[in-house]
């Protein structure tokens, strides 16, 4: 059985005429301990789709589940990390991991809870920063706070939501490596969000992508049977990589080409002129 399951969900903003329908009749299984890797165009509905499975956002049409059930709205079971990192500016890195840890377990003891946020800090490399503020970190030193509070929660699963993308490329594959070691420790659930081919197939064991929107779905998926540890180094070499690599970015621009096509055709005004009979005398 799948952990979180979409049942042809729908989901849109706004009202009547000026309704917008980001995704529609989307499917999609996620089993235990996978990491999954969505992929889509900026605005296709990427963050609408973590929305949702974190609960942020609920159906319009169709059904979110988690473990067979109606998920219903955010709970600590699945855990959002976000772009943007939403941190709390005036907590320092351990008050902002102790809020959500108090949060979660309230009965934790302080020496205990002491120990337990440190082990978090440490998990993400930030021992020696325990008492510096957000505007006090770089921009991946306040992604790996981020990461930490939302582990600290211990969810049964991790919603990722491009949480790489804001990154310069150096930062952003020292983080990737970090989320899959992390992710090797004890095999949570991902889904992560991106819009990097290779970061997907990098990190990944099944990448889905997402149609570009309006009414976006989920596509074919591609799994990606690349043996673990992947080494970042000789990957690119690896003609199976390069192979994947290729398909799935010919798909992604083959799609993005199709619903190009249909916006057009949608778009175009004929102009509205009725046919004349004309008698010839
Ligand atoms: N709360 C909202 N109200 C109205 N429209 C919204 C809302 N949230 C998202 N949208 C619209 O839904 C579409 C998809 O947005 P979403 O943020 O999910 O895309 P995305 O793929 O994550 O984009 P990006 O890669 O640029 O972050 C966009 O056209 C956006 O304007």
């Known amino acids: 059985m799948a952990i979180l399951e979409l049942d042809n969900a729908t989901v849109g903003f706004g009202e009547s005429h000026r309704r917008y329908t980001v995704l529609e009749d989307a499917n999609l299984k996620v089993h235990e301990n996978e990491f999954v890797a969505i992929i889509g165009f900026s605005g296709s509905g990427k963050s609408t789709l973590i929305s949702l499975l974190g609960g942020l956002v609920l159906p319009d049409a169709g059904a979110v589940r988690f473990k067979g059930k109606e998920a219903g709205g955010p709970g600590p079971d699945r855990g959002i990390v976000f772009q943007n990192y939403s941190l709390l500016p005036w907590l320092t890195v351990y008050g902002n991991i102790e809020l959500a840890v108090k949060t979660v377990f309230p009965q934790m003891k302080r020496n205990e809870r002491r120990d337990y946020i440190q ?39 991790l919603l990722l939501d491009e949480p790489l993308s804001a990154l310069d490329a ?3 594959s020292v983080l990737q490596d970090e989320i899959i070691r992390l992710w090797e420790e004890d095999r949570r659930t ?6 990097d ?7 990944a064991d099944r ?4 149609t570009p929107g309006p009414s976006a779905q989920l596509g074919r998926e591609f799994a990606v049977t690349l043996d673990r540890p992947r080494d970042r180094a000789t990957l690119n070499f690896n003609p199976e990589f390069k192979k994947l690599r290729n398909e799935i970015t010919r798909y992604m621009l083959d799609i993005n080409e199709d619903a190009k096509q249909l916006r057009v055709a ?5 102009p509205d002129i009725q046919p004349i009979r004309i008698g010839v005398a």
């Open 266 to 270: 949608s778009e175009l005004v004929l």
């Open 197 to 203: 081919v290779d970061e997907a197939v990098l990190m």
């Open 170 to 172: 150096l930062t952003r």
């Open 207 to 210: 990448i889905v992508p997402l």
């Open 119 to 157: 082990k978090y800090i440490d998990q993400v490399s930030l021992t020696g920063s325990e008492s510096k503020r957000p505007s006090e970190l770089s921009g991946g030193m306040r992604q790996r706070l981020s990461l930490a509070r939302t582990l600290s929660m211990q969810p049964e699963i």
């Open 190 to 195: 991902v889904v992560m969000v991106t819009n």
